[in-house]
């Protein structure tokens, strides 16, 4: 029986592995590519343990060789959404009276097997199935994963110790109760990791989960499931649930015990989702919780007294990392006039010595967009760019006969306001503009009105006195500010990560401040001392 009071193992970020040439890891890793490019996977819908194939089905092919297909995925249709609904609601009780300890239990072995036995399996269906570097997919995939799931544990044992003052004769306590309801949770392609963690964080607070990943990263995600059951996960807490979106709002989203939603995705997705919840308010048993962390159009604005030896290689990092597929990702920057010509030069040559191809080939520095749709969206932007009067394109160029391949591709705003300033392209195209040096405040007021967007951004500047004035006046531009460094990044228990405006609830992934939206607190009163009196001392004439 528990008599103590247990404290969770200290967080720590999981260390990145380098994958040397020579290295065990990257020898291992090799091999486990070799092994799922040979293979096709027979992915099913799973409700309470029970595997579900349907008739309904999609696939998961290699962006980079979009004709190799990965994977089949069963999707849930009116049938299987419906069950999933009342497998959350039945298992409801049993998952949120489970001990912390032991909840946490699940969620630490789960990390501790992502970053052991698992880390090759999942890191080479991000590979192929999301076209991530080796690198790209090992800091997502495999360690900001682990870092979710120790951090969580850590951050939901700091909220359930918060707890109110007592005065003499009273005990006050607080505790933590789930959602009055299940959880449903979207997520996006571009992070395996933001996968889990979409599922994991309401689940860790006693919450059932049901959980629709992404199609086009549906292999990786369905492996860090597998992961989930083998830590323990019991029946119900969390079901898997390949499937179309407006199926979703049909079936999941409309369902009056829908306690919360947890999303990472688009901007018109999200707000669709508050519409329908806006349409239905009524109807739930509760208000439901929507958290969501949406699009970006990341900056990076540079200050006269700028260094461009470093201010270049976060450009090309920060733009080009996993093709531009980041939320983070820098898609717009602004260069002082002074400096452009220089920046011009090293942009450009940096940007040539740049691979791209299949990620198998460690040697790639990028490679393929996730899918036709994608490709077809930002090829349309880089030809508009190269007809439009206000625009010029520096370099890039495209071809998807094989992959849905787009180079790193830098267009030359002669607008503030052009579009790819603007709006949001998710790819590996970044837009400059070049602004008169005696105009930066000015410049700095474009920046933070032009897009809708707020997630991340970062300034270089040498001058003290510069960084001020820039970092007070993109006061509400990013929820993750950067100086001297790129817009990309964020590490869990180092910068909690979203945005705000356009870009999300900024509910800080990784963070207390995102568990809290998945608990509905109950404040306790005891009264040690019950008093028999009824009348006040004020009451008596004297």
Partial sequence: MNNAIFKVPEARN??????????????????ELERQSKETVDIPVIIGREEIFTSDTDTVVMPHQHQHVLATTHLAGEAEMKKAVRTAMESKAAWASMPFEHRAAIFLKAADLLAGPWRDRVNAATMLGQSKTVMQSEIDAACELCDFLRYGVSCAEEIYRQQPKSIPGVWNRQEYRPLDGFVMAISPFNFTSIGGNLAIAPALMGNTVIWKPARTATLSNYYVYQILLEAGLPKGAISFLPSSGKDVEKYVLKDPNLGGFHFTGSTAVFQNVFRVVGENISTYRQYPRLVGETGGK???????????????PALVRGAFEYQGQKCSAASRAYIPESLWSEVKEKLLLEIKKLKIGDVRDFTNFLSAVIDQKAFTKITAAIEAAKESDDAEVLVGDYDDSVGYYISPTVILAKKADYATMKEELFGPVLTVYVYEDEKLQETLELCDKTSPYALTGAIFAQDRAGIVEMEKALTHAAGNFYINDKPTGAVVGQQPFGG???SGTNDKAGSVLNLLRWVSPRTIKENLLPSADISYPFMQES
């Fill in 14 to 31: 999981e260390p990145i592995l380098a994958y040397e040439p020579g290295s065990k890891a990257r020898e291992s890793l090799k091999l």
């Fill in 298 to 312: 990341d900056f990076v604005f540079a200050h006269p007294t700028a260094d461009v030896d470093t201010l270049v």
């Fill in 500 to 502: 705000s405006r356009a």
